[in-house]
Nanobody
Framework: QVQLVESGGGLVQAGGSLRLSCAAS????????MTWFRQAPGKEREFVAT????????DYTDSVKGRFTISRDNAKSMVYLQMNSLKPEDTAVYYC?????????????????WGQGTQVTVST
């Protein structure tokens, strides 16, 4: 099992940047696919970005490509989401999630481990 704690959310103006962090504890971190999801008010939780065994194995939803970067530090059991050029439509609660195995997974139902979420609000 793995426990996840997110941090780094906040209020930022459109065009600004934030860096989210997710600290993992418990089982062997490097064995997990790590993913960021987000959920806006009244909407379903959606996939944002994922990183598998190394930082060269990443995938992003189309709306954040070129603006967001996911990375992991296996030595520190950390996952990060660098968010640049933020837009009001990026406003949501952002969740860190972990799934055993290293295949590509973009559905929230495929993830057994979740953090509590961190709020990101982008103002106009």
């Amino acid at each position: 099992q793995v426990q996840l704690v997110e941090s780094g959310g906040g209020l930022v103006q459109a065009g600004g940047s934030l860096r989210l962090s997710c600290a993992a504890s418990g089982d062997s971190f490097s064995r997990y696919t790590m993913t960021w999801f987000r959920q806006a008010p009244g909407k379903e939780r959606e996939f944002v970005a994922t990183v598998r065994w190394s930082n060269s194995n990443t995938d992003y939803t189309d709306s954040v490509k070129g603006r967001f970067t996911i990375s992991r530090d296996n030595a520190k059991s950390m996952v990060y989401l660098q968010m640049n050029s933020l837009k009001p439509e990026d406003t949501a609660v952002y969740y860190c999630a972990a799934a055993t195995g290293l295949s590509l997974r973009v559905l929230s139902a495929e993830y057994a481990y979740w953090g509590q979420g961190t709020q990101v609000t982008v103002s106009t």
